[in-house]
């Protein structure tokens, strides 16, 4: 009979994997035709090809780390236009700040110029050289006024008075004369200018001779407002770097100081002259917004000239590709100004956020992990598959050994089946919240709805991105176990000054006011001690009182063998009864909407102290203030 004289290899071939996996009945009556030889061989291979199955990948294990890889650049892909919409959040509103303060600061300058006109009127429409010295004497213009070059009067000298003008200013001055000689027909000298060493060669002329200084003296005499001209280059300037002028007008009538006339007819008749002041933009600038507390570059345009501009290869922080640009007009004084907003290398710097390369690491690290995990079990799986084979060998004469250690062998196997399953469904744990979360976002987003789900929802997505960044983390946590910090010699003053350069800001947004004692030269762990002052300022902002401006005070005494440093501010303080938790690992007293935070601040903090050797302790009631001591041994 063939099917008795059939060889190992015709068997193999002839049974194909599903026909291995037949029903117990099939399996009988296939071995009906065969050697007791022949069945065990073929119940070998059975139990190879099951024990192979459960060694390989199965594909549930692939999508597993296909769906895990997919929502972590769904959520890196969220968290970056999170963090662009962040950013350009912030550069709108330093470019709101830029327009308000360069508009606040013109609003000034022309509260200087109508209190000038003030003075004027109070003496009867005219002042003398003297009188308008003490005036401008007591407006301290560099105090009080910075970018402001001088303030001056101009009069309106009609022909018929104008013998009678140079005789009562050549009393005082001698040289004083009118220039340059022009053919327009109004004639409009500066009469006065303070402080006059720095503005000499502006003394005397008339304005009326150029067409913008002209054109807005018009403009201001005909709507009884304050105007600037158009650009210029000032006559006291060497640099010809360009400028602008400034007019306030006054009026008189029968001789006298008089309210500015209703209609234009009379004011072109009742015209006497204009108390002004000479801008050069680039002082006025440096007035208005020093670049130190700003983060972007500004360039200021009247019509195509260039009046101002920051936004070149020339500045240090120049960006040739900014983030964020953006021109403004602005009505001012009768002339449009456009104001280009560009966003600097320092902006750029202070842009810089790693969330979303953590967040993409840690789903990377997860993915991996899974992927070798199971690669791991699929080797020991086909280790187990050669024992198998190995096994096999003496089968025919070991029949009962070889049923026994099979029986085992599928034991085994199903122990570390479960066990794959098991290891990767705790892995996956924190991806199955990403991904079940992502798409309850999703969905709440499809109707661009801003409900409170949808605010949940990317709530619970930082939460498991967190989870992400805790695990690599700890992983690094771990690769650094056995080394130790190294003592140096800080100075704690200088070590102040880099923390709050680093919360610069946190203060400047919160209008923070911090004094300080003088701190010592300390020994001490560096990089740590900035940590824990930086983490006890902050929260000294943070937890200020709503709508207050928070006054923070940091201070260090002898104590002995230690040194003793206090901070202290005037916040909204905390219940002594929760002195004894604040220290704890992810303890919050607070909601995160109301304050956000991680709840580890204040635990690191104790740990940089007990690193140290010393301790720290609080003193604090509700609504009254917090203080936190802690002391730095001297020897450590």
């Known amino acids: 009979m063939r099917c008795k004289s059939m060889h190992r290899r015709d068997i193999a071939i002839e049974f194909d994997p599903p026909l291995l996996f037949d029903t117990h009945n099939n399996r009988h009556k296939i071995c009906k035709c065969m050697s007791s030889s022949e069945e065990q061989n073929i119940a070998t291979l059975i139990e190879q090809h099951k024990t192979s199955r459960v060694g390989s990948l199965h594909w549930i294990h692939w ?67 003297s009188q308008w010295n003490s005036f401008a004497t007591a407006l301290r213009l560099p105090e009080k006024y910075r970018g402001i070059n001088g303030i001056g009067v101009i009069f309106n000298v009609p022909d018929t008075e104008l013998a009678d003008y140079l005789d009562s200013q050549q009393g005082d001055r001698p040289n004083y004369g009118i220039h340059p000689k022009h053919e327009n027909p109004h004639r409009l000298p500066i009469t006065y200018i303070e402080p006059v060493a720095e503005n000499a060669n502006a003394v005397g002329l008339d304005v009326a001779h150029e067409q913008n200084r002209l054109n807005a003296a018009l403009k201001a005499r005909d709507s009884g407002k304050a105007q600037i001209t158009g650009p210029i280059y000032l006559v006291q300037s060497t640099e010809r770097t360009p400028g602008f002028l400034f007019y306030a007008p006054f009026y008189r009538s029968n001789g006298a100081a008089s309210a500015t006339p209703l209609n234009v007819p009379e004011r072109q008749k009742q015209f006497s002259g204009m108390v002004y002041a000479p801008f050069i933009v680039h002082k006025l600038m440096l007035g208005t917004l020093e670049k130190a507390r700003r983060h972007v570059g500004i360039t200021i345009r009247d019509d195509d000239f260039t009046l101002y501009n920051e936004n070149n290869s020339d500045d240090q922080r120049f960006d040739k590709n900014p983030q964020f640009e953006q021109t403004f007009p602005l009505d001012i004084y009768g002339r449009q100004w456009q104001i280009t907003i560009r966003s600097t290398t320092d902006f750029r710097d202070e842009a810089k956020n790693s969330q979303p390369t953590f967040i993409l690491l840690g789903g990377i690290l997860i993915d991996a992990m899974l992927f070798f995990l199971f690669l791991i079990l699929s080797n020991a799986n086909r280790r187990a598959t050669l024992l198998a084979n190995e096994i096999s060998k003496g089968y025919q004469t070991k029949s009962l050994e070889l049923e026994h250690n099979i029986k085992q062998l599928r034991e085994s196997n199903k122990e570390l089946e479960q066990f794959a399953f098991a290891a990767s469904h705790d892995l996956q744990e924190p991806l199955r919240t990403l991904t079940s979360f992502t798409e309850l976002l999703k969905s709440e987003l499809e109707d661009k ?117 206090s901070i202290q501010d005037d916040g909204i303080g905390i219940d002594p009864q929760q002195f004894d938790q604040i220290f704890l690992l992810f303890k919050r007293l607070h909601a995160q909407h109301d304050y956000p935070g991680s709840g580890i601040g204040l635990a690191k903090c104790k740990k940089v102290v007990t690193l140290h050797g010393g301790e720290i302790w609080i003193h604090s009631e509700e609504n009254a203030g917090t203080t936190f001591f802690f002391t730095i041994p001297k020897t450590i």
């Open 449 to 565: 709805d801003n409900s409170p789900h949808v605010q949940a929802s990317i709530q619970y997505i930082n939460e498991a991105a967190e989870r992400m960044r805790r695990l690599v983390l700890g992983l690094m946590s771990y690769s650094r176990i056995g080394r130790e910090p190294e003592l140096a010699t800080v100075d704690c003053e200088q070590l102040l000054d880099n923390v709050l350069a680093d919360l610069d800001s946190s203060i400047n947004e919160h209008q923070a006011e911090i004094s300080r004692s003088k701190l010592p030269t300390i020994k001490a762990y560096s990089t740590e001690l900035h940590m824990l002052f930086q983490n006890l300022i902050s929260n000294a902002i943070k937890f200020s009182k709503p709508n207050s401006i928070p006054h923070i005070s940091v201070s260090c005494k002898d104590d002995g063998g230690n040194w003793l440093f």
């Open 63 to 129: 999508l597993i780390v296909a769906l895990s890889l997919l929502m972590t650049i769904a959520v890196w892909q969220y968290s970056k236009i999170q963090i662009q919409e962040k950013n350009e959040n912030r550069f709108h509103r330093e470019a709101d700040q830029v327009i308000t303060l360069i508009i606040e600061r013109l609003q000034k300058y022309e509260d200087a110029l109508w209190s000038g006109v003030a003075n004027i009127q109070s003496h009867g429409g005219s002042v003398n050289f």
